[in-house]
């Protein structure tokens, strides 16, 4: 079955700080891995996918298939990134996304 | 890109009574999902709408409990029966999300039964 975890329910780092927000799958096909994010009163939206190997808002995440991993992560936190991260997977078209529970993200000043 | 409309954003409602929550989108989707997120969880889905047959539950959800309605491309409805306080949550409506296309998701209906 597939499975995303994502260890930390929270993470805390001060800004300017690397931030590394940790994410495992299960899955014995090829899935394509996504991050997702939601801020403060607003929706949850995309944020990247590991098929277009982008940077977004200055995050990257890097497809380990080995160690099945889709770690996010940004050199220097900016208080703005404070929001609330999932990482989810699909294994192909048409199918629902499955989510990690979740990572929170504080970035102190 | 799809924009999605929601609501009711939030209710409070009394046990045993029922809720719809309508969700609404600005073009025609093939599959809708329902999902649920319960606090302090993640996103689990609840079942998958397509237009003109019946949706698709996932293990350890009913229609019974949570009917869906796909009356069209563009628009569906999911209805918690029946309600206990177990079922307070957020329950999200999402389209996309496959290989191709992003998901987009509704603001979500904050659920509080009393």
């Known amino acids: 079955a597939q499975r995303v975890t994502q260890p930390e329910k929270l993470l805390s780092v001060f800004k300017g700080a690397p931030v590394e927000l940790k994410c495992n799958y299960s899955?014995?096909?090829?899935?394509?891995l996504f991050w997702y994010v939601q801020y403060s009163r607003q929706r949850l939206q995309l944020l990247l996918r590991h098929i277009s190997r982008e940077s977004i808002k200055g995050f990257t995440a890097d497809l380990n298939k080995g160690e099945t991993s889709f770690h996010l992560k940004k050199p220097f936190a900016q208080e703005e990134d404070s929001a609330m991260y999932y990482c989810?997977?699909?294994?192909?078209?048409?199918?629902?996304?499955?989510f990690g529970k979740g990572t929170r993200l504080s970035v102190i000043a | 890109s799809a924009v999605i409309s929601q609501k009711p954003s939030r209710d409070i409602c009394q046990r045993g009574t029922s809720l719809t929550i309508q969700c609404q989108v600005d073009?025609?989707?093939?599959?809708m999902f329902w999902y649920r997120q319960q606090p302090g969880q993640s996103l689990t889905l609840i079942a998958t709408?397509?237009?003109?047959?019946?949706?698709?539950?996932e293990s350890g959800f009913v229609i019974d409990k949570f009917p869906i309605s796909r009356p069209n491309l563009t628009f569906s409805t999911l209805t918690v029966s029946n309600m206990s306080p177990e079922d307070s949550s957020i329950y999200l409506c999402?389209?996309?999300?496959?290989?191709?296309?992003?998901?987009?998701f509704g603001q979500g209906t904050r659920l509080t039964v009393v």
């Open positions: 899955y014995s096909g090829s899935p394509e």
């Open positions: 989810a997977l699909v294994d192909r078209g048409n199918t629902p996304l499955v």
């Open positions: 999402s389209v996309g999300g496959n290989t191709n296309t992003e998901a987009f």
């Open positions: 709408a397509n237009q003109g047959s019946e949706a698709t539950y």
């Open positions: 073009s025609q989707v093939t599959m």
